[in-house]
C-alpha cells in the first residue's frame, strides 16, 4: 500500500496571515491568535518558524491576496531570514499560489496542505493512510499544472502543444484512477467498521464520543478514564486515528468511549470528507463529550468551531456533556469562581481531579440500557444468576432466607431481561409465591377429605358385598 506523501517542510518558514477585518482591536487579537495557532501548526510538522508577518487589510486581491507590494515585502524578509519556504494562514486557489510562487521566488503552501502534512505523519493504520493520501490527492489534482519546470509552463494558441501537455494529462488520469481504487478501498474499510459497530451494538453497550478543539487534552482524558495508553502530545493533531475502550461506570454498567481526531477553525471541507468513515464514530455516539481547555483564554472561540463542525456532521441535537479540561492550569481564585452545579463538569485529566463526577454524569445522561431497581429472591444453589448480579449490578441489599437470597439491586435493563427478572417483583414477597404457598394447603385438605371418606365408601361397599352373597346363598339353597 501507498503511504501518503511526507515531503518534509521546510526547517524554517516564515508565516503570513492577512485579516480582512481592518483594524478594530478584536480583529487585531483575533488575527495573532490565528497566526500563533498557524505557528504552533508548523512546529507540530516539524519546523522551526524562522519569522512572522500580518497584515490588516479590507480586501483580499484576487491574483496575490496581499497585493504586489507586500509580496516585494515578503521576499526580502525571507531572504534575510534564510527561509526558503512561506506558509500562508489561509486556503490559497492554484492561481493565487503559483503568483506568489513567482513573485518571491520560494516555495509556498497554505493552511490545507500544512494540516495535511501533519495528517501524514501521524496516520498509523491502514484506514488513516488512506484517508490523508485522498485528501492529499485531491488537493493536488486541480494543482498540477504548471507545479514543475519539466512539464512544460505552456499556454494557448497556435504552436504551444506539446509534450508538456501530454504528461500533465497522464498524471491526472492516474490520480483520478488512484483516487477512485482508494475511494473503493475507504468505503471497503467503512463496510468492516460497520459490521464490528453491528457487532458491539447486539450487547447494549452504550458510546461515548469525546470531541473538541485539538490540544484541548482529548486524549489524556482518555487515558485517565480508560487506561489506555493513547499518544498524549502537545503537539496539534497528535490523534489521528480513533481508539475505543471500554470503561466501568458507577452503576457497574460498561461504556465504550471513543478518542477522535480533534478539530480546527477553518477545516477544509475536503477534510471533514476524506475523514468520514473515522468522524462516523462520532454520529454513531449515544453521548458527546464536549472537551474544553479552560485555561485558554479563547476557550468559548475554539467552542464555537467546535459547534460548527457538529453541525456539519448532523450530530448538534445529540445528547451532549460539556468538559472543561486542565482546571490545574487555573489560579486558585478563577477555580474557586467556576460556577459549580449548572450542568458542566470541570476536571483535570493530568491529575485526576473530577474524574469521579465526570463518570456519575456520563452514568446518569446515558440513554442506552437505563438502570433500573428491583427486589427480587435468587436460589442459593443458583450461582451463575448471583455472579451476574453481582458482576454488573450494584447490590443495594440482601439476605439469606433459607435456601433462597432476597436482594435489592440497581441492574441493567438488559441484565434484567436476560436474567428474565419480572419487572413486577418490585414487591418484598412475590403474589406468585404467595399462591404457590397456599396451593399445597388447598390440595392437602383435599386429600384429607377423601382419606376420611374413604373408610365409609369402604363399609357401604362390604355391605352390598354381604348383601349379594347372603342372596346368592339363599339362591343356591332352592
Not at 516539524?46 to 496581499?66: C, H, N
Not at 486541480?142 to 519539466?150: E, F, I, M, V
Not at 463538569?345 to 491529575?351: E, F, G, I, P, R
Not at 445522561?365 to 428491583?374: I, Y
Amino acid at each position: 500500500m501507498k503511504r501518503p506523501s511526507r515531503r518534509g517542510l521546510s526547517n524554517v518558514p516564515a508565516l503570513v496571515h492577512l485579516s480582512e477585518d481592518g483594524g478594530s482591536q478584536n480583529s487585531t487579537e483575533m488575527a495573532h491568535e490565528s497566526l500563533a495557532e498557524l505557528a504552533e501548526l508548523a512546529r507540530s510538522a516539524g519546523a522551526v518558524v524562522a519569522g512572522s508577518m500580518l497584515q490588516m487589510r479590507d480586501a483580499v486581491d484576487p491574483s496575490t491576496v496581499v497585493g504586489r507590494g507586500k509580496l516585494d515585502e515578503i521576499r526580502a524578509e525571507a531572504t534575510a531570514i534564510g527561509a526558503p519556504l512561506v506558509v500562508f494562514d489561509r486556503n490559497l486557489t492554484p492561481v493565487q499560489q503559483r503568483n506568489i510562487e513567482r513573485s518571491t521566488e520560494c516555495r509556498v503552501i497554505d493552511r490545507t496542505q500544512l494540516i495535511l502534512d501533519i495528517f501524514a505523519r501521524h496516520a498509523r493504520s491502514r484506514e488513516g493512510q488512506l484517508q490523508v493520501e485522498l485528501a492529499q490527492l485531491n488537493y493536488l489534482l486541480p494543482r498540477l499544472a504548471g507545479s514543475d519546470k519539466d512539464l512544460s509552463r505552456l499556454g494557448g494558441g497556435i504552436g504551444t502543444r506539446g509534450p508538456g501537455e501530454q504528461k500533465l494529462e497522464t498524471d491526472r488520469r492516474r490520480i483520478r484512477e488512484r483516487v477512485r481504487r482508494i475511494g473503493q478501498n475507504i468505503e471497503a474499510l467503512r463496510r468492516q467498521r460497520a459490521l464490528r459497530r453491528e457487532a458491539r451494538q447486539a450487547v447494549p453497550l452504550g458510546t461515548v464520543a469525546l470531541v473538541g478543539y485539538t490540544n484541548a487534552g482529548k486524549s489524556t482524558l482518555f487515558n485517565a478514564l480508560s487506561n489506555a495508553s493513547v499518544l498524549a502530545s502537545p503537539k496539534m493533531f497528535a490523534t489521528l486515528d480513533p481508539t475505543v475502550r471500554a470503561v466501568r461506570l458507577p452503576s457497574n454498567r460498561r461504556a465504550l468511549f471513543s478518542d477522535t481526531v480533534g478539530f480546527i477553525r477553518d477545516l477544509p471541507k475536503s477534510l471533514l470528507a476524506a475523514f468520514r468513515a473515522t468522524l462516523e464514530e462520532v454520529q454513531q455516539a449515544s453521548l458527546i463529550l464536549h472537551v474544553s481547555d479552560i485555561s485558554n483564554a479563547h476557550h468559548a472561540e475554539h467552542d464555537a468551531e467546535v459547534e460548527k463542525v457538529l453541525r456539519e456532521l448532523g450530530v448538534d441535537a445529540r445528547p451532549r456533556l460539556r468538559v472543561f479540561n486542565k482546571i490545574d492550569r487555573l489560579e486558585p481564585d478563577a477555580l474557586a469562581a467556576l460556577a459549580r452545579g449548572n450542568g458542566n463538569v470541570y476536571v483535570s485529566a493530568l491529575t485526576g481531579s473530577g474524574l469521579d463526577e465526570l463518570l456519575r454524569c456520563v452514568d446518569e445522561l446515558m440513554p442506552v440500557d437505563p438502570v433500573v431497581r428491583l427486589r427480587f429472591v435468587v436460589p442459593l444453589s443458583d450461582g451463575r444468576t448471583l455472579a451476574l448480579v453481582h458482576g454488573l449490578g450494584k447490590v443495594r441489599n440482601s439476605e439469606i432466607r433459607g435456601t433462597e437470597m432476597q436482594i435489592e439491586a440497581d441492574l441493567p435493563e438488559s441484565l434484567a431481561r436476560r436474567l428474565r427478572l419480572d419487572m413486577a417483583m418490585k414487591q418484598a414477597e412475590s403474589p406468585a409465591r404467595a399462591v404457590s404457598t397456599d396451593a399445597p394447603h388447598e390440595d392437602k385438605s383435599h386429600e384429607d377429605e377423601s382419606h376420611e371418606d374413604k373408610p365409609e365408601d369402604e363399609r357401604d361397599e362390604q355391605t352390598r358385598d354381604e348383601q349379594t352373597s347372603d342372596a346368592r346363598g339363599t339362591a343356591r339353597r332352592k
